[in-house]
């Protein structure tokens, strides 16, 4: 795109720079063996310097460069000056050079809202199961999720790879697509639901059963249960729970949507990403590639009764 490029494009661009910093921060930190580990409201529950550091870095690039937008982060940090180093001011080449869909092609900073998940996966991070985490900046508009981007900072961890090979950042928006993987479906006929690894209860398992799987995946991180979707490793994401906070869901939800997913709390409604919102997602998630309807279907009538929006 020559010129000058809309206002959406580059926030898209910048949080691509951004993500991609905070997995360098992510892995550094890691590889101090310095993790500075804080219970927030319990052992399932923690922070890290990795969080810390990560929302630092990306809140105040995003402050910096687009001072009128509202971010939202996952993180309760105190009022400090945060150290040049954590700036990131870059954006990506590629990004500016794409067309922006027309709806939000005259969009303002001011009616952008920014939600940011340092590291989703935090207690996974702390466990050494490295492929469970990422890094979440969604951008919303007039309450939906318009575009995402989603850095796993130890893709082909296990292969060894030097850190150079290390890493990769996945974004999308509805209306121009997705980028930065292969998109691939489970085979027809098969259900492969993936839940949660570590906050499981009866409503959760319930909820599972009854969409009659053929296969289950307990692993952490929202934003690693998205990328399961559209990488065909799971074909919905089940989580009939409280637990979930917007900023999980927003990135993902709009790199889901750019595919021709679907992500609605589990009675089938959409969630809502404007500023004032409520930040836990009160009636669960349910996520799909394909056949939303089937899943929605399921969700048995105790557990819609348990879960109120």
């Known amino acids: 795109m020559s010129g000058n490029p809309a206002v959406v494009m580059r926030l ?11 997995g360098v921060i992510v892995r550094r930190v890691l ?3 310095e993790l500075g580990i804080v219970e927030k409201t319990g052992a399932n529950d923690l922070q890290t310097l990795a969080d810390r550091l990560v929302q630092q870095s990306i809140c105040a690039s995003l402050s910096k460069s687009f001072p009128k937008i509202t971010i939202i982060g996952e993180e309760d940090l105190p009022e400090e000056a945060v150290k040049e180093d954590l700036i990131e001011s870059g954006q990506s080449e590629d990004i500016l050079q794409k067309s922006c869909p027309a709806e939000y092609s005259a969009l303002k900073e001011e009616e952008l809202v920014v939600w940011v998940d340092p590291l989703d996966g935090t207690k996974e991070y702390t466990e050494g199961l490295l492929d469970h985490v990422t890094v979440l900046i969604g951008i919303a508009y007039g309450g939906k999720a318009i575009a995402g981007v989603i850095n796993q900072p130890f893709f082909n961890y296990q292969l060894g790879a030097e850190s150079a090979d290390m890493g990769r950042t996945l974004w999308g928006m509805p209306g121009l697509g997705a980028f930065g993987f292969e998109l691939q479906e489970v085979p027809d006929g098969r259900r492969i639901v993936t839940t949660t690894r570590s906050h499981s209860n009866k409503l959760v398992t319930d909820t599972v059963d009854a969409m009659e799987p053929h296969d289950v995946i307990r692993v952490g991180g929202a934003g690693n249960k998205i990328i399961q979707l559209v990488e065909g490793k799971a074909s919905a994401y089940v989580f009939a729970s409280l637990g979930t906070k917007k900023w999980d ?41 394909r056949n939303h309807q089937y899943y929605a279907s399921r969700v048995p009538q105790s ?3 348990a879960l109120k929006p």
């Open 303 to 305: 557990v819609l009764q």
């Open 249 to 289: 869901t927003c990135a993902p939800e709009a790199i889901l949507h750019a595919v021709g997913g679907k992500l609605t709390d589990m009675h089938g409604s959409a969630l809502c990403y404007d500023a004032n919102v409520k930040h836990m997602n009160s009636a669960g998630v349910l996520a799909t590639l």
């Open 31 to 33: 590889q101090s063996g």
């Open 12 to 22: 898209v661009a910048s949080a691509y720079a951004m993500a991609e910093k905070a």
